[in-house]
Structure formats: C-alpha cells, structure tokens
C-alpha cells in the first residue's frame, strides 16, 4: 500500500525532527521524564513527544489530547511518526488533532499488564495491572496535566498483553480516557475473566470509542486469537445492542509483529472519526 511507505517516512523524520532535551524541573521541553510512584513502589520512565504546534507564541493557549502508549520504547518512534503524518499542519491531512505522546517503558509487563495469575512452573509477578492503572490514572496523568498544556482527552494504545490491559481499562467504566486501541490483545490469557468482565460491565460506562486489530497468526492460532477476537465483539454487541462505538479489523497480510503500523493507523483514523 502507497500510504504505509508514506508512514514508515514519517516515522523517521518523526524521529529526527526531535532534536531538544528537557529539564522536567524547569518545565521546558523534554524528551524523557522519570516519575518516582509510589503506588508501585519504583522509579517509572516515559517517552514524551510534543507537537509541531506547542511552542508557536501565538498558540500558547492551545491544549492537545493525551496518548498514552504502552511498550513505548518499542512504539514510540512508530507512534511519533504516525501522529505527525494524520495531524501536521504540514501535511495537510487533519485526520486527527495534534496530540501530546507519552511512552511508558516496560519494568516488568507480564505484572503490570495482566488482571490474574496463569500457574506457571516458575514463579511469576502476574496480576498487577490494576495497580498500574492507578499509577497511569492517579500519578502519571495529574503529572502530565500539571506540567503541560493538556486536554481532557486521552485515548490508551496497547499491544499483544498491552492490549489484554486496554480492554479490561476500556471495560471499567471508572477509568480516564475516552478512546482505546488494541492491537492484537491477549484476550487468551484469562479468556473466562474478559466474559465475567463483560457481563458485569454497565452501558452507561461505555460511551467511549474502542477499537480492536486483530492479526493473521496463522491457522494454529487461529482459536487462541482472532476467534477470540470476535467471540469479544460478540459478547458485547449481544449485551449492549447498537449502542456500541466498537471496530473489529482483520488484517489477514499482517502477522503479531507487523500489525501494529497498519493499527495504529487505522484505529486513530477511526478513533477521530465523526459519530
């Protein structure tokens, strides 16, 4: 496709157009900020990229939408570069408004992504994600909020278990963010728990945009993943009817590893769609 040559350019003029460091205790532009939380009793860093815009005099005032990205050591330049593409004044394009990019990177992702342990044979840290949903919601966000020109939009993107971690955030009715992207979600960790989640899950908490990528992994995963995938969808539209702001895509020429370009995409273009 013509389009995703255009993306992986942009993803690196994205990257190299990021050229000033910042000092978080003098408020001034930066790339990386270290957050001590103690929800999780350590030391957390993340990725920020500011838009084009941020620093024009006469846009002082403007605020931007909040991106949260999870794994974002590994999606931060993808990111970077996809925002800028749909939301440069440069390009033209106005698929969606420029928006602040914070990256968090990974300390332990098995722990901070997943609801539920799985007995393994070795010991394992699983099941801590609603502590690192507290941290992003009540520590990392205020934060953001303080420090920069921050709207009250926030949209969450996550891959494979960081995925797993959009859906069960998207399912509870009391979190922050507005909009979701998951790219090829591990609903096959604790397939029983999405259900229960889902049938304890309120409309009334769901007047927010999700969507979901969903990967060709090939017919030997093919149970654990895309049917699971639209098993997920199903559910949903059978609790809660048409009211749902829910998009399920196959991408059947991407694989686990490819999909989240094309996903990303996508999802946002979807995202910031008119109702």
Known sequence: MNYLKL?????????TQITESQNIEGRTMTNQLVIQSNILNEKR????????SYEETSLLDQKYPVIILLDGYTFFKTTIGVVHFMSSARNRN???PESIIVAIENVDRERDFTTTKIKTKRPNTMGGSLKFLNFIEKELVPFLDKTYRTEQTRTLIGHSLGGLLVLNSYLDENRLFDSYIAIDPSIWWDEELMKNRIDSTSLSGLNKKLY????NQGE???ERNKKRHDAFYSLMSDRFGPDLKIK???FDKEGHRSVPLIALYEGLKYLNQED
């Open 212 to 215: 979901i990528a969903s990967a």
């Open 7 to 15: 993306l992986f350019l942009f993803v690196f003029l994205g990257w």
């Open 94 to 96: 106005h698929l969606m």
């Open 45 to 52: 860093t993340c990725l920020i990229s500011l838009p084009d």
């Open 248 to 250: 399920v895509a196959y």
């Open 220 to 222: 030997a995963n093919f």
